[in-house]
């Protein structure tokens, strides 16, 4: 089967971890906790770490436990200031390279991912984003997810590429067929390909096509 979709993650694949935009989110989430359910800071943080562990994300977790306004929730955790992310041209430059359809798969939402893109500077290269709304709120490292986002492209796993910071997040992929690159992770998580941040992913893709052909004639 031939590779047919790239699919990026967005946060902390597509720009380094030391930008500081999770962290950012990551105190929003506590904030927005804080506010709607009356807890104190201590709680929120234990509530956030505890759902982020055991869903996925916090909002899986405040949406099955807490009545959780989901949309109002994603407005507010991703209201803040992207000033530290600046046009990457060696990115968009990589990026006008690959092969394929490029498409986001991200566990934030739509709005976030455009403004992270038009910020990077890098938005004209996806045809798609598939945002956690998108897969019925369901997040990346759930298999709902990751089948929701093939439906939704029309493809077989093994037509996929999944290209994420989250070592968690690629394991389900793997799982299902799909090919699994590390970007900037744990060394211990298990992936197809590792690369010490996302400038490296021409040759990895390079082999990856390589790896195919010699599928298809051998
Ligand atoms: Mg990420």
Request: with cysteine.
């Given at each position: 089967?031939?590779?047919?979709?790239l699919?990026?993650?967005?946060?902390?694949t597509?720009y380094?971890?030391?930008?500081?935009?999770m962290q950012?989110?990551?105190q929003q989430?506590?904030?927005?906790?804080?506010?709607e359910?009356?807890?104190?800071?201590?709680?929120a943080?234990?509530?956030?770490?505890?759902?982020?562990?055991?869903y996925?994300?916090?909002m899986?977790?405040?949406l099955?436990?807490?009545?959780?306004?989901?949309?109002?929730?994603?407005?507010f955790v991703?209201?803040?200031?992207?000033?530290?992310?600046?046009p990457?041209?060696a990115?968009?430059?990589?990026?006008?390279?690959?092969?394929d359809?490029?498409?986001?798969?991200?566990n934030a939402?739509?709005?976030h991912?455009?403004?992270v893109?038009?910020?990077?500077?890098?938005?004209?290269?996806?045809?798609?984003?598939?945002?956690?709304?998108?897969?019925?709120?369901?997040?990346?490292?759930?298999?709902?997810?990751y089948?929701?986002?093939?439906h939704?492209l029309?493809?077989?796993?093994?037509?996929?590429?999944?290209i994420?910071?989250?070592?968690?997040?690629?394991?389900?992929?793997?799982q299902?067929?799909?090919?699994?690159?590390l970007?900037?992770?744990d060394?211990?998580?298990p992936?197809?390909?590792?690369?010490?941040t996302?400038l490296?992913?021409?040759?990895?893709?390079?082999?990856?096509f390589?790896?195919?052909?010699d599928?298809v004639?051998?």
């Amino acid at each position: 089967m031939t590779i047919r979709f790239l699919l990026f993650d967005l946060d902390e694949t597509l720009y380094p971890r030391d930008a500081g935009v999770m962290q950012e989110i990551g105190q929003q989430i506590r904030r927005y906790i804080v506010r709607e359910y009356g807890t104190t800071w201590e709680e929120a943080d234990s509530l956030a770490r505890r759902y982020h562990r055991e869903y996925g994300t916090s909002m899986r977790g405040l949406l099955l436990n807490n009545d959780l306004d989901v949309e109002r929730y994603l407005a507010f955790v991703h209201d803040l200031p992207l000033g530290l992310l600046q046009p990457n041209h060696a990115l968009d430059a990589l990026l006008a390279e690959l092969p394929d359809e490029k498409v986001i798969f991200t566990n934030a939402d739509r709005p976030h991912a455009e403004r992270v893109l038009g910020q990077l500077g890098i938005r004209r290269h996806f045809d798609r984003i598939i945002d956690v709304v998108a897969v019925g709120y369901i997040p990346k490292p759930n298999l709902a997810a990751y089948t929701a986002c093939l439906h939704l492209l029309g493809a077989q796993p093994a037509e996929c590429v999944l290209i994420e910071d989250t070592g968690r997040n690629l394991a389900p992929a793997k799982q299902l067929g799909m090919t699994t690159v590390l970007v900037d992770g744990d060394p211990a998580d298990p992936a197809d390909y590792k690369i010490p941040t996302i400038l490296e992913l021409g040759p990895v893709v390079e082999r990856i096509f390589r790896r195919q052909g010699d599928r298809v004639t051998g």
